[in-house]
């Protein structure tokens, strides 16, 4: 969804605890195809230490997570910040394995903590 936005910035995506090399989710596709993204090529893949170490910026979706890079590269720390900061540090839920009511909110979390983030990363 960040990519959308900021087409000339690296933008990447990992898990701390991804199912490596597996499709997304087929219901989390059907509503980013709802919403015009394409998620059909995306592979999930672990958040490693070298990428950690290359990024500007880590955002996660939950404060565990945060915590988790902490103790994983605890560099990372100043650079790692809640996607939903700017929504008063709202945690997005992993609507894994839930009906698809559940991706429709998590999507509409994420979108708002996107458009709440593009002012702090150049988009104008």
């Not at 936005?5 to 989390?28: E, F, I, K, N, R």
Request: glycine fraction near 6%; hydrophobic fraction near 40%.
């Amino acid at each position: 969804m960040l990519r959308r936005h900021l087409p000339t910035h690296h933008v990447a995506s990992a898990g701390l605890h991804a199912l490596v090399g597996q499709s997304m989710d087929p219901t989390a596709c059907d509503v980013l195809a709802a919403h015009g993204l394409d998620g059909s090529s995306h592979i999930a893949r672990q958040l490693n230490t070298d990428m950690m170490h290359s990024s500007d910026l880590i955002l996660t979706m939950e404060k565990a997570h945060t915590r988790e890079i902490s103790q994983i590269a605890p560099q990372a720390l100043g650079r790692t910040m809640l996607l939903g900061k700017w929504l008063g540090e709202r945690e997005i839920p992993d609507p894994y394995r839930q009906q698809r009511p559940a991706f429709e909110h998590v999507y509409q979390l994420i979108d708002a903590a996107v458009q709440a983030w593009l002012p702090y990363l150049g988009h104008t």
